[in-house]
């Protein structure tokens, strides 16, 4: 099993940034890929950033150039920074970590906000 615990979501102005946080704890050594969704009101939960375990990343093209995951092992976190906000970006941001024993876990989700 493994736990997937978020934070740093909120409300922040058009243009604005915000750091999202997702720290893993349990059978860690299982997970080869950690990522963000996004689910907004009314539309299906989509893929925005993943990471593998050595490091390769790949992002949505509504998110590249603006979004940056990243992690740090030593902590079992990875990161979200999200640069350049838009009102579009509204949702509910989950955390996910994919296991070679073929589960994909996911965390409690953080809301965000941009609005002014």
């Known amino acids: 099993q493994v736990q997937l615990v978020e934070s740093g979501g909120g409300l922040v102005q058009p243009g604005g940034s915000l750091r999202l946080s997702c720290t893993a704890s349990?059978?860690?050594?299982?997970?080869?890929?950690m990522g963000w969704y996004r689910q907004a009101p009314g539309k299906q939960r989509e893929s925005v950033a993943a990471?593998?375990?050595?490091?390769?990343?790949n992002y949505a093209d509504s998110v590249k150039g603006r979004f940056t995951i990243s992690s740090d092992n030593a902590k079992n976190t990875v990161y979200l920074q999200m640069n350049s906000l838009k009102p579009e970006d509204t949702a509910v941001y989950y955390c996910?970590?994919?296991?070679?024993?073929?589960?994909?876990?996911w965390g409690q989700g953080t809301q965000v906000t941009v609005s002014s």
């Open positions: 349990g059978s860690i050594a299982t997970i080869y890929t």
């Open positions: 990471i593998t375990s050595g490091g390769s990343t």
């Open positions: 996910n970590a994919d296991s070679v024993t073929t589960v994909r876990y």
